[in-house]
């Protein structure tokens, strides 16, 4: 799946000073350090996904993916809050989404012919991590309606079990866009409030619980099951289930499982500024990316020679370390003075703007999601 990640924080400006410059915006650690494990764990779930021949292994990757992307798209639901239809929000949409959008699916597309791998019949169905900007682009533009409606959480649920009873198609991976939508929306009601409940004791002792229990049931149970459960890409229809007593009770546990373990990271991630709390305002750079690294490196023959030479369980350590590895590499100065103009493109020329209209600041370093 994936996750996982929108590509822009989408928090209004800073609020000015009494002689009116602007204040730069205080980082929220928290949100940082959530962003931060979970690419890490996005990366790392691509790079060990050919090496998951084990039970173990299986295990490890089928519990990432039960929350990693839900995570991420609740945190995109959070800082999405000051979208409200304007000039100004579209015009960052267009620039910091699908322009991203574009130019990333034609460069993935350019490995997959290079590699013989199918394309989709065109640019509105996603290829491959693409998904996540494609959503993001149409759950912001929708951030007005759920401002306007009552009980948006409920409908958002209701839309998303909905989406599993029909045949979706692939035009901008609708059926994620439907799957995950209640995290989104979940992310949007989100206040300083329910992070300080989170951080209280029980509620961490409880964390602690959910984690180990979800580990232990992707191991003993979960990993035997179908991935689509967790890839949220295809509907109960597409895969041919039936609605009862399987297709759509386990729709509802796959969204409970991920709303706890979402409830639980947030709850037992550090607050604190650490090492890493700065990389979360650059985790674009690693999830557009690495998957270019993952594509050429399968298409060169790394992982049948690691499968082979380590075994099953060695390859997987060994590609799990270099992935962690590779996400500190993508977000690299180096990196990203190499690549900015391709994963934080200048498009604002494209743009038709009033003549009293100014272009809009500079977007590197913002957050992703």
Do not use: C
């Not at 035009?171 to 992310?187: M, T």
């Not at 300083?192 to 619980?209: E, N, T």
């Not at 020679?305 to 799990?320: E, I, P, Q, V």
């Amino acid at each position: 799946m994936a996750s996982t990640i929108s590509v822009q924080d989408d928090r209004g400006p800073a609020p000015s000073g009494p002689a009116g410059a602007a204040r730069p915006k205080k980082r929220d650690a928290l949100l940082d350090n959530a962003k931060f494990l979970l690419i890490v764990l996005v990366v790392v779930g691509h790079a060990i996904e050919p090496s998951t021949e084990s039970r173990i292994a299986e295990a490890i990757y089928f519990w990432i993916y039960l929350f990693h992307m839900p995570a991420f798209v609740l945190i995109s639901g959070y800082l999405s809050k000051s979208q409200d239809g304007s000039g100004r929000r579209i015009d960052k949409l267009l620039t910091t989404i699908a322009g991203p959008y574009l130019i990333f699916w034609g460069i993935y597309a350019l490995q997959s012919l290079s590699s013989g791998r199918a394309l989709p019949d065109g640019p509105l169905e996603p290829l491959w991590l693409t998904w996540f900007l494609a959503a993001l682009f149409v759950w912001r533009l929708s951030v007005p309606l759920w401002k306007r409606v009552r009980w948006p959480l409920a409908v958002a649920i209701g839309l998303s079990l909905a989406g599993g009873l029909v045949a979706t198609g692939d035009a901008l991976g609708i059926s994620r866009i439907l799957s995950l939508l209640p995290f989104f929306v979940a992310g949007l009601l989100m206040e300083q409030r329910h992070f300080d409940f989170l951080k209280s004791g029980w509620v961490r002792v409880w964390s602690a619980g959910v984690v180990l229990i979800t580990a232990a049931m992707s191991y003993l149970y979960l990993e035997q099951l179908s991935r689509e459960w967790v890839y949220w890409r295809e509907s109960l229809v597409d895969r041919d289930m039936d609605l009862l007593p399987v297709g759509l009770p386990g729709r509802v546990l796959f969204l409970l499982l991920a709303f706890a373990l979402t409830a639980a990271l947030l709850s037992l991630i550090p607050r604190r500024t650490t090492w890493f709390t700065r990389y979360g305002a650059l985790t674009m750079y690693a999830f557009l990316l690495h998957g270019l690294v993952v594509r050429i490196a399968e298409q060169f023959g790394w992982y049948d020679w690691s499968n082979s030479a380590l075994g099953d369980h060695g390859a997987f350590l060994l590609n799990g370390a270099l992935a962690v590895g590779l996400t500190l590499v993508l977000m690299s100065a180096p990196v990203r003075r190499a690549t900015g103009w391709l994963v934080e493109p200048r498009l604002d020329w494209m743009l038709r703007r009033n003549r009293e209209e100014k272009p809009s600041p500079s977007l590197t370093g913002q957050n992703f999601p």
